[in-house]
């Protein structure tokens, strides 16, 4: 795992939904350095708003977005997904992840309050640049909580492998169910 660097870093589409302008926002009051990874509609009126200690870095190759996922001190994300790869991706290099406490990050990440052995981030409750500051200020508090590892071991439980594993588990459930004429396990 690479060491943690004085930054932190979103990557994702520059586009409304993300709310990269409440991440920027945040940032710009906090005076923290941030790395805004990506590209989109919102890029331009996110160059505008940005203050010196928020970097722009538009699109970059996969092994720089991993060096700066690795490298960051935290992933901050302030969207809405059903799932959200770039969560699992952060985690999978060791890094926390700040988010918004709704959709799929709540199944990914695992909030250091409620789990304070095995927590791999750390939710704030709404879409705007207060919250975000809140939570980046609570995180600094927590930071040596965090254990690298825990947020890697905890990502290896959305790898692709696991995924069909179940996935296939799953099937071979419902096909002997469907044999046997046993459907109350499924509920179907």
Not at 51 to 66: F, I, S, Y
Not at 86 to 110: C, D, M
């Amino acid at each position: 795992m690479r060491q943690k660097q004085d930054f932190y870093v979103t990557v994702c589409r520059i586009v409304s939904y993300k709310n990269v302008s409440a991440i920027v926002q945040a940032f710009n009051q906090l005076g923290r350095n941030l790395i805004v990874i990506g590209t989109g509609a919102e890029l331009e009126m996110i160059r505008q708003i940005a203050k010196p200690n928020v970097q722009l870095l538009g699109w970059q190759p996969a092994e720089v977005v991993e060096k700066y996922m690795a490298e960051a001190k935290a992933f901050v994300y302030a969207a809405c997904e059903d799932f959200g790869i770039a969560l699992v991706e952060a985690q999978a290099g060791g890094t926390p992840v700040i988010a918004y406490a709704a959709g799929g990050a709540l199944e990914t990440v695992l909030d250091i309050r409620q789990h304070p052995e095995t927590g791999t981030g750390l939710f704030f409750p709404s879409q705007t640049a207060a919250a975000i500051v809140e939570a980046v200020e609570e995180f600094e508090q927590l930071q040596g909580k965090f254990q690298p590892e825990m947020a890697r071991l905890h990502a290896e439980k959305f790898a692709p492998e696991v995924f069909e594993q179940r996935y296939l588990a799953f099937v071979e459930q419902c096909y002997q169910e469907f044999l046997s004429g046993d459907f109350s396990k499924s509920g179907t």
